[in-house]
T-cell receptor
Framework: GAGVSQSPSNKVTEKGKDVELRCDPI?????LYWYRQSLGQGLEFLIY????????KSGLPSDRFSAERTGGSVSTLTIQRTQQEDSAVYLC????????????FGPGTRLTVL | GQQLNQSPQSMFIQEGEDVSMNCTSS?????WLWYKQEPGEGPVLLIA?????ELTSNGRLTAQFGITRKDSFLNISASIPSDVGIYFC?????????????FGAGTQVVVTP
């Protein structure tokens, strides 16, 4: 597709369950970013990938959060043993090569943990 | 934690009025970005600033990279109803690895006819 796509668009889960969020970046973009946006808040940086490697994982809130990227394309953000405070919109963005290149955002996945 | 202070938090203005918002920090940034987010969508980049003192326009939008490299402002002139949305500043700290951006909490703009 032409833009960044994310799936699912909405996810409701029970506390304690694991969830996987998927991001399909723009074709050819080498850099991929994950952010979390809580209600009424700005974006919180989680992790970014350059190719398949993640030079900076410092934004991941806890060891329940992990992300991977395979083939330099699709990325998956996994949250294990979800907690209610994990409820937020998870946004993915990609850019051509990172650094100061424009980041193009997907529509996000709204996660609700009951 | 949050290193950017964005203000105001919200603005209710009449169509035709000018809007001004800013972001400040105690840290030095080497890049400032301004985004607009509409409901149910991801943020869209409006303006990017790369040099201290840089003043850049995009239509009715004007943004500046502060001389001290610790602040930036965004102005919207002659607002129209479609300017409604949440505007975010984002900056890349001098001390951070590239690719990592800090975001402000956003300024919600509501335009009434």
């Amino acid at each position: 597709g032409a833009g960044v796509s994310q799936s699912p668009s909405n996810k409701v889960t029970e506390k304690g369950k694991d969830v996987e969020l998927r991001c399909d970046p723009i074709s050819g973009h080498t850099a991929l970013y994950w952010y979390r946006q809580s209600l009424g808040q700005g974006l919180e940086f989680l992790i970014y990938f350059q190719g398949n490697s993640a030079p900076d994982k410092s934004g991941l809130p806890s060891d329940r959060f992990s992300a991977e990227r395979t083939g330099g394309s699709v990325s998956t953000l996994t949250i294990q043993r979800t907690q209610q405070e994990d409820s937020a919109v998870y946004l993915c963005a990609s850019s051509a090569s990172g650094s100061t290149d424009t980041q193009y955002f997907g529509p996000g996945t709204r996660l609700t943990v009951l | 934690g949050q290193q950017l202070n964005q203000s105001p938090q919200s603005m209710f203005i009449q169509e035709g009025e000018d809007v001004s918002m800013n972001c400040t920090s105690s840290s030095i940034f080497n890049t400032w970005l301004w985004y607009k987010q509409e409901p149910g969508e991801g943020p869209v980049l409006l303006i990017a600033l790369y040099k201290a003192g840089e003043l850049t326009s995009n239509g009715r939008l004007t943004a500046q990279f502060g001389i001290t490299r610790k602040d930036s402002f965004l102005n919207i002139s002659a607002s129209i109803p479609s300017d409604v949305g949440i505007y975010f500043c984002a900056g890349q700290l001098l001390s951070d690895s590239w690719g990592k951006f800090q975001f402000g909490a956003g300024t919600q703009v509501v335009v009434t006819p």
